[in-house]
């Protein structure tokens, strides 16, 4: 092997590291969704926003995580660790079998509440599975509970939990703090699809 493949080869095993490509499936990702328009069924058009430099939208958000060997107790990250994380992601190794658990709360600039806080919790398997939190601020839909609870056919939601966010921190009405606790197991992959 020529020293120009070798290092090809060296490259693409760091990207698949960096994105959470591996053989033991065992990655747990906090992502914040990201900005953009949305629309919620009264038909209005509103800004999504969950900037983590915002405090009207993700600058309060704390994700408490407990249960993963190498990592503090408590590990807590805040809108603030976001910042500087590529795609607004988090992601970790899982230990062979025990249970994670997390806390998440959303504050406004004087550290108040402006949801009820979100406490979850999985049991990590001998079946090769990736988890990962998803946190967004978004307009509250009920029309398809199906498509609104797993958007992405490749992931399966295992748990979701809606906050109403109080209404002098809410930037339209229909506002809520959506966290949804996806799993993908290798079993559910469909042929020639890459699932990470």
């Known amino acids: 092997m020529t020293k120009r493949m070798t290092l090809l080869v060296v490259l693409a095993a760091q990207a698949c590291s960096a994105f959470g490509i591996n053989d033991d499936w065992s990655m747990f990702i906090v992502q914040l969704e990201g900005d953009g328009t949305d629309g919620a069924l009264s038909g209005e058009v509103v800004r999504v926003n969950n900037s983590p430099y915002d405090p009207r ?108 966010i109080h209404e002098d921190a809410r930037n339209y009405p229909s506002e809520v703090l959506r966290i949804v606790l996806y799993r993908r197991q290798r079993f559910e992959c469909p042929n020639g699809v890459l699932c990470n």
């Open 57 to 164: 939208g993700m600058a309060g958000i704390e994700v408490e995580i407990n249960g993963i060997d190498g990592l503090p107790p408590a590990l807590t990250l805040t809108g603030a660790d976001f910042r500087e994380l590529p795609l607004r992601w988090w992601e970790t190794k899982l230990p062979d079998s025990g249970q994670v658990s997390f806390v998440v709360r959303l504050r406004d600039p004087g550290r108040q509440l402006v949801a009820e806080e979100v406490s979850g919790s999985f049991t990590i398997t001998s079946e090769p599975t990736n988890w990962r939190l998803s946190l967004d601020r978004e307009p509250l839909k009920t029309d398809d509970i199906q498509n609104l609870l797993c958007p992405d056919p490749y992931w399966r939601c295992h748990e979701q939990w809606m906050r109403g």
